[in-house]
């Protein structure tokens, strides 16, 4: 929903069902909701982007971008794939610990990164996740009724 906004500006609130065609309805409404609850939507004539919203738009074109250049986690692989592996990298203690100066990343085979210059370009989409999380707190708590990571 994010991206799509972001992508085509806002989307009518009774157009939601033919813009994310993939999505149920009810599953529809728990995004709809959880991404007012985040504040990351607003509703007027349309649902729109709040400037966290754009923050975090922004974070998946860097992470995506940052994906594709390095064909993470594979040579083919769609947007939210894409964003959802290189999220899951940077939360890898190994990885984490490097981008936080704490220890030299490993590389190559069974290592957490494929090569030097991935681990140096992974320094853009983590720069951006800490700069949102720390403007977005809420977003890291669970909400009611979501369960804990």
């Known amino acids: ?46 649902l729109h982007l709040t400037e966290s919203g754009e923050d975090l738009a922004e974070l998946y074109d860097t992470a995506a971008r940052w994906a594709r250049q390095h064909q993470y986690p594979a040579l083919v692989a769609d947007f939210a794939t894409r964003i959802r592996h290189t999220l899951a990298l940077l939360a890898e203690p190994a990885v984490f610990d490097a981008l936080t100066a704490a220890a030299e990343p490993s590389f190559g085979p069974g290592g957490a990164l494929p090569t030097a210059q991935a681990a140096a370009g992974l320094a853009g989409p983590w720069n951006l996740l800490t700069q949102w999380l720390r403007a977005n707190p809420q977003a890291a708590r669970p909400t009611e009724g979501e369960p804990a990571a």
């Not at 972001?6 to 993939?22: C, E």
């Open 1 to 46: 929903m994010i991206t799509e906004i972001d992508d085509h500006g806002p989307i009518p609130s009774r157009g939601l069902a033919r813009t994310l065609p993939d999505l149920a309805p009810y599953q529809i409404r728990q995004a709809t909701e959880q991404a007012h609850r985040h504040g990351l939507v607003r509703q007027e004539s349309g």
